[in-house]
């Protein structure tokens, strides 16, 4: 793909020069993401933001003076990550009975060895975290962070006896009241080679505590197809519209929003965005949040629109309908050592990225 500058855009610089400084872009479309990453590493790719694996970080900075370039961490102001929705709609009776249940999910949290995950998958850069807000954000809550976030596999074991689930196969996994092992699959729709990793290790830890798991790396395009038709049994994704208006202005990882964003619940969603005509009726509690939110939508009091807000917040760090694993690790930029203007900056979906930074002043140094 190349573009080509716009001989008639309108902005100058304080000189009076045209912008933008740059002729001409070309992108490579590659096969896999693996690419980019051994492109970027040689050096042969002026400006890359997007599917640098974490992993690759150490590397990236070995091969600076080689690569002829720099490396810049551009702070993601979101949530945590991997975000794990367990599908509140889920297709098989018996999975949905047990993914409505607090105490399930509550076990599953337990199960998992946040620092672990942190250390090994990202390097040690981010902080255990429940599914909460970032610290920036005005409705952080360090109680709601902590929120069933400590590894207690004893605990986990203990709550999900309670439930019923003490018979086990001959390799261990607990069964179903059905007699059949309790099975579940986890779907993963970016290739991102820290939820792969991540997801790898969070099957280990629910398989120790009974829970059979299989992690599933699917095209984006079909997990978005399937996580809208309520498909799904787990995903994980990455927690955007976590910080300043963004949980407000897009609540879908706090309650069921928007379908098909909220995939914890995509049935409820649609409930929700039709007004009862579509979709399936949520329980009371998920519904409290929806009655909250239609509130915040008709009062123009920014007072009265956090107190609401917080009280929707309280049902998530309460329910678990969603859980985190660590606050999302910083986004590295790899730019050549002349392509300039580059600043140090956020990253967020939330805006088209980059636009923020004025890519029209980059430029090249000859």
């Known amino acids: 793909v190349i573009l080509e500058r716009n001989p008639y855009y309108w902005k100058v610089d304080p000189a009076g020069n045209q912008l933008p400084y740059i002729d001409s872009i070309v992108i490579d479309i590659v096969s896999n993401a693996e690419l980019i990453n051994i492109k970027a590493m040689s050096g042969d790719l002026d400006f890359q933001a997007r599917h640098l694996f974490l992993a690759n970080y150490p590397a990236f900075m070995e091969n600076r003076s080689k690569g002829n370039y720099r490396v810049l961490r551009w702070t993601r102001p979101a949530t945590a990550e991997p975000m794990i929705a367990l599908n509140q709609n889920a297709k098989d009776p018996k999975l949905r009975k047990l993914f ?6 509550i076990a599953l949290s337990l199960a998992i060895n946040r620092d672990e995950i942190n250390q090994v998958v990202f390097l040690g850069l981010g902080t255990p975290m429940q599914a909460s807000l970032s610290k920036r954000d005005p409705y952080y809550s360090p109680e709601w962070a902590k929120a069933y976030a400590e590894y207690n596999p004893k605990e986990a074991n203990k709550l999900l006896d309670t439930l019923g689930l003490t018979k086990r196969d001959k390799d261990g996994f607990r069964l179903r009241p059905d007699g059949k092992p309790i099975e579940i699959t986890i779907e993963i729709g970016l290739d991102k080679s820290d939820w792969i990793d991540s997801c790898e290790m969070i099957k280990k830890y629910w398989q120790a505590v009974g829970i059979k798991v299989a992690t599933k790396m699917i095209d984006r395009s079909l997990w978005e197809t399937r996580t809208a038709a309520g498909d799904h049994d787990i995903v994980v994704w990455w927690g955007d519209s976590g910080t300043g208006y963004e949980p407000i202005i897009m609540p879908f990882w706090y309650f069921p929003w928007s379908h098909p964003a909220s995939r914890q619940a ?9 007004g009862g005509k579509s979709g399936e009726a ?10 909250l939110y239609t509130q915040i939508t008709a009062t123009t009091d920014p007072a009265k629109q956090r107190q609401l807000f ?4 309280e049902v998530q760090a309460k329910n678990l309908y ?5 606050t999302i690790p910083p986004q590295f930029i790899i730019t050549k050592n002349n392509f300039r203007n580059v600043p140090e900056a956020y990253e967020s979906g939330q805006y088209p990225t980059h636009g923020p ?3 029209c002043q980059f430029f090249i140094k000859e």
């Open 100 to 105: 409505q249940d607090r105490k399930f999910r």
């Open 266 to 274: 995509p049935q409820w969603a649609l409930w929700y965005q039709s």
């Open 282 to 291: 949520p329980p009371p509690e998920i519904r409290h949040q929806m009655a």
């Open 310 to 313: 917080k009280q929707i917040l």
């Open 322 to 326: 969603i859980m985190g694993i660590c």
């Open 357 to 359: 930074v004025n890519p």
